[in-house]
């Protein structure tokens, strides 16, 4: 049975929508499991949600249309990602030439550039402390996110994640290319930077590592939960880039069968979880970092990017 094209482009953004959450809570639990602790649920994230939907909204009388705008923007960036790359399906479904992967970049760069003013526009201290730091990883984070996209469409020669996931699984000689490992390396340090794992990233209400969590001090109840849903729902976004256009192309859809969906949602769960097991790893054995040492681990991404444009030129 072949399910139809749109419905599988829905259930690319339901997958986005509702399997975010769920790699949040496993990042949760095993993070505490290597420390030696029990963890909680893997639902947790779930609850919070519901709880946060609940509660009370309480908006300071500061605030201007930008505080109101920004969750609905963030949100809806990382809805409409889903639909130009490649989850569930390694061929394009409606709507899906929308934008390339330098579209999808900029989409998910509006979500974060939204929730960046809305710490600005609270007009309290911690979120221009939070908002000012996050601005200072962006100017060489994003650098290198484009060097990175711009790399792979060179070695496809093409803008369309679908033509990279396909160039990959045909071509074993393209994918042990140095300019393909360089490529892996210098997202999989970007990857510690989007998701929050780089070392001088905290998830507890210190000062000094308060970046993300800063931004979104001053929100609360329905809209809290909204930003914190965005948040992961980025998360799982670039892990989808990373594993089906970069790392693991293998193991989506090819026929959109209701078996091959199937399956293609077991693959996700097994390369999600194995490399949320890598990250909890760095995470977990590198040593805190003082803040002005950010520039460190993103110039050698800046470098893996840029070593892996000038070798695919030779």
Not at 22 to 50: A, H, N, T, W
Request: charged share 10%.
């Amino acid at each position: 049975m072949t399910i139809s094209p749109v419905l599988l482009q829905i259930a690319q953004v339901l997958t986005v929508l509702a399997g975010s959450p769920l790699l949040q809570g496993f990042i949760l639990k095993m993070e505490e499991r290597v420390q030696g602790c029990k963890g909680p649920s893997v639902f947790q994230p779930y609850r919070d949600i519901r709880k946060l939907l609940k509660k009370e909204l309480v908006v300071a009388d500061t605030v201007s249309w930008v505080f109101w705008a920004a969750p609905v923007i963030a949100f809806t960036s990382m809805l409409i990602v889903p639909i130009l790359i490649p989850v569930l399906t390694n061929y394009p479904l409606p709507l899906s030439n929308m934008g390339d992967i330098l579209g999808g970049g900029l989409i998910l760069t509006l979500g974060s550039f939204a929730i960046l003013l809305a710490g600005l526009d609270s007009g309290q201290p911690f979120g221009g402390l939070g908002s000012s730091r996050a601005v200072m990883l962006t100017i060489l984070a994003e650098p290198t996110l484009i060097l990175v996209f711009v790399g792979i469409t060179f070695l496809d020669h093409s803008m369309l994640p679908f033509v990279a996931n396909h160039v990959l699984v045909r071509s074993m000689s393209v994918y042990l290319s140095p300019a393909h490992l360089f490529l892996v390396l210098g997202f999989l340090i970007l990857l510690t930077v989007e998701t929050d794992r780089l070392p001088i990233h905290s998830s507890i209400h210190f000062e000094i590592y308060m970046i993300d969590e800063a931004r979104i001090l001053e929100y609360s109840g329905p809209l809290l939960a909204v930003l914190k849903w965005a948040s992961w729902m980025k998360q799982f976004i670039l892990y989808t880039i990373f594993l089906n256009v970069f790392f693991i192309p293998w193991g989506l859809s090819t026929t959109g069968s209701l078996a091959s969906m199937g399956l293609a949602l077991i693959w996700i769960i097994a390369k999600y979880a194995g490399v949320a097991l890598i990250m909890i790893v760095i995470d977990t054995i590198q040593s805190r970092l003082r803040f002005y040492r950010y520039q460190e681990p993103l110039a050698l991404s800046f470098l893996f990017a840029i070593v892996a444009l000038i070798a695919n030129q030779l």
